[in-house]
């Protein structure tokens, strides 16, 4: 019966992907041109994730942030991070950066719902009841995208305490982030994966409004 159902969402993810790509493209384009125009690099931030049974991959993003952001700085962001760019921010409160996602769900390495896919530090850290998270595709949204849908505003509102971002995203975001990313994994199915999709449709159109 799973392998039924994997079969069926990989071909709707490969179907849904290669749709929104080519009726995305001039947003896609017109997005690209005003990062290049913005400021120096590349339009595409491909940081390391891990994803399904531990396999390393390039995430596809818009770059919201100057090169080389990681280096200089923690891997969580706060929403007044000086590593921001000016368009930077305007994509990230409307989630515009993760649209290149489409690439990675096209390529099988994630889906468009599934636990959000981690850094290394962080995956490292997963408990052995944890490790379920990485029997799954990671994907674009999913309950805890829904529970958190600006972690930067919980970092900045704990930046006082907790200048370190990462510090913050671990006390404040990351145990609940895992107990819903392991909520789906174990109650996963195609009216749940509907259900996450629409609820996050409404949500990033009511940030529109």
């Given at each position: 019966?799973?392998?039924?159902?994997?079969?069926?969402?990989?071909?709707?993810?490969?179907?849904?992907?290669?749709?929104?790509?080519?009726?995305?493209?001039?947003?896609?384009?017109?997005?690209?041109?005003?990062?290049?125009?913005?400021?120096?690099?590349e339009v595409f931030y491909r940081g390391v994730r891990i994803g399904k049974n531990g396999i390393p991959f390039r995430i596809f993003k818009f770059r919201t942030m100057?090169?080389?952001?990681?280096?200089?700085?923690?891997?969580?962001?706060?929403?007044?991070?000086?590593?921001?760019?000016?368009?930077?921010?305007?994509?990230?409160?409307?989630?515009?950066?993760?649209?290149?996602?489409?690439?990675?769900?096209?390529?099988?390495?994630?889906?468009?719902?599934?636990?959000?896919?981690?850094?290394?530090k962080f995956v490292d850290q997963y408990t052995a009841e944890e490790q379920i998270i990485l029997t799954v595709r990671p994907g674009i949204t999913d309950w805890a995208?829904?529970?958190?849908?600006?972690?930067?505003?919980?970092?900045?509102?704990?930046?006082?305490?907790?200048?370190?971002?990462?510090?913050?995203?671990?006390?404040?975001?990351?145990?609940?982030?895992?107990?819903?990313?392991?909520?789906?994994?174990?109650?996963?199915?195609?009216?749940?994966?509907?259900?996450?999709?629409?609820?996050?449709?409404?949500?990033?159109?009511?940030?529109?409004?």
């Amino acid at each position: 019966m799973y392998i039924i159902r994997d079969f069926f969402t990989r071909l709707f993810d490969l179907v849904v992907s290669i749709v929104g790509l080519i009726i995305l493209s001039p947003i896609l384009v017109f997005i690209a041109i005003s990062i290049i125009s913005g400021s120096k690099g590349e339009v595409f931030y491909r940081g390391v994730r891990i994803g399904k049974n531990g396999i390393p991959f390039r995430i596809f993003k818009f770059r919201t942030m100057v090169m080389d952001a990681e280096s200089i700085g923690p891997a969580s962001t706060s929403g007044d991070d000086p590593r921001i760019t000016k368009i930077g921010k305007t994509m990230r409160r409307y989630k515009l950066d993760e649209l290149p996602q489409l690439i990675n769900v096209f390529f099988g390495e994630m889906s468009f719902v599934g636990p959000r896919p981690e850094v290394k530090k962080f995956v490292d850290q997963y408990t052995a009841e944890e490790q379920i998270i990485l029997t799954v595709r990671p994907g674009i949204t999913d309950w805890a995208s829904l529970h958190f849908p600006n972690e930067d505003e919980i970092l900045d509102s704990h930046k006082d305490e907790y200048p370190d971002a990462d510090e913050a995203y671990m006390i404040y975001i990351r145990p609940e982030k895992l107990r819903l990313q392991m909520k789906y994994v174990k109650n996963n199915n195609v009216f749940i994966d509907i259900i996450i999709i629409l609820k996050t449709i409404s949500t990033i159109v009511s940030k529109v409004k």
